[in-house]
C-alpha cells in the first residue's frame, strides 16, 4: 500500500460519511474516527458531549491512481453543508463541525484552494466554513461503529438520513462509484 494516500474528513455523522465514501473506486479503506481535540483515547459518548473538541470524522485511505484528492473534495462538500457552524441536519455540536484534516502540504493548498475557488463563485452568497487543519492525531472509533450503515440498513435513521444522501451521491458521482 506504498502507493495509497490518506485523506481525512468531518463532515457531520460518520455514519453518513463513511457510506458513501465507501462506494467510491480507488477507496482502499475507511475508518471512522475522532479527530482535533484535547482528549487522549476519546470515547464516542464523550465526544457527544462536545466538551473534547473532537469532530467526528472518517480516515479515507485512497489510490491516488484511480480516485484524486480533488475528487474526494468534490463529494465531499456535495454530501454535507460546509455553509453551516457546528452542525449537519439535526446534528447540532462541535463535533459534527466540517472540517479537512490534511496530511500533506499538497492536500492543504488543494483543499484552501477548492474552498477559495468555491466561495469566489458561489451565487448564493453562503460561504463555505470549512475549517482546514492539519492532522495531528487520528482516534480510531468503537468497532460499533465501523460499516454502521451496511448493518443496520433497517434502522430508522438509515433509511430517513443515510439512504436519500446516498441516492444523491448515487445520482452526482456515477464516474467516481466503484
Same mark, same amino acid.
Given at each position: 500500500?506504498?502507493?495509497?494516500?490518506? !485523506?481525512?474528513?468531518g463532515g457531520?455523522?460518520?455514519w453518513?460519511?463513511?457510506?458513501? +465514501?465507501?462506494?467510491l473506486?480507488?477507496?482502499?479503506? $475507511?475508518?471512522?474516527?475522532? &479527530?482535533?481535540?484535547?482528549?487522549?483515547?476519546?470515547?464516542y459518548?464523550?465526544?457527544?458531549?462536545?466538551e473534547?473538541?473532537?469532530?467526528?470524522? @472518517?480516515? $479515507?485511505i485512497f489510490?491516488? !491512481?484511480?480516485?484524486?484528492?480533488?475528487?474526494?473534495?468534490?463529494? +465531499?462538500?456535495?454530501?454535507?453543508?460546509?455553509?453551516?457552524?457546528?452542525?449537519?441536519g439535526?446534528?447540532?455540536g462541535?463535533?459534527?463541525?466540517? @472540517? $479537512?484534516?490534511?496530511?500533506?502540504? !499538497?492536500?492543504?493548498? !488543494? &483543499?484552501? /484552494?477548492?474552498?477559495?475557488?468555491?466561495?469566489?463563485?458561489?451565487a448564493?452568497?453562503?460561504?463555505i @466554513?470549512?475549517?482546514?487543519?492539519?492532522?495531528? /492525531? +487520528?482516534?480510531?472509533?468503537?468497532?460499533?461503529?465501523?460499516?454502521y450503515?451496511?448493518?443496520? /440498513?433497517?434502522?430508522?435513521?438509515c #433509511?430517513?438520513?443515510?439512504?436519500?444522501?446516498? #441516492?444523491?451521491?448515487?445520482?452526482? +458521482?456515477? /464516474?467516481?462509484?466503484?
Amino acid at each position: 500500500m506504498a502507493d495509497t494516500q490518506i !485523506a481525512v474528513f468531518g463532515g457531520g455523522c460518520f455514519w453518513c460519511t463513511e457510506a458513501f +465514501f465507501k462506494m467510491l473506486r480507488g477507496v482502499v479503506s $475507511i475508518a471512522p474516527g475522532y &479527530a482535533g481535540g484535547t482528549t487522549q483515547n476519546p470515547t464516542y459518548e464523550e465526544v457527544c458531549t462536545g466538551e473534547t473538541g473532537h469532530v467526528e470524522v @472518517i480516515q $479515507i485511505i485512497f489510490d491516488p !491512481a484511480q480516485i484524486t484528492f480533488e475528487n474526494l473534495l468534490d463529494v +465531499f462538500f456535495a454530501t454535507h453543508d460546509p455553509t453551516t457552524i457546528n452542525r449537519q441536519g439535526n446534528d447540532v455540536g462541535t463535533q459534527y463541525r466540517s @472540517i $479537512i484534516f490534511y496530511t500533506s502540504p !499538497a492536500q492543504q493548498v !488543494a &483543499a484552501e /484552494k477548492y474552498i477559495a475557488d468555491a466561495n469566489a463563485s458561489s451565487a448564493a452568497g453562503r460561504s463555505i @466554513i470549512t475549517a482546514v487543519e492539519p492532522l495531528t /492525531k +487520528f482516534w480510531e472509533a468503537e468497532n460499533y461503529h465501523h460499516d454502521y450503515f451496511a448493518r443496520n /440498513k433497517d434502522k430508522p435513521y438509515c #433509511q430517513v438520513v443515510i439512504n436519500p444522501k446516498l #441516492q444523491k451521491a448515487k445520482e452526482n +458521482f456515477g /464516474k467516481l462509484l466503484r
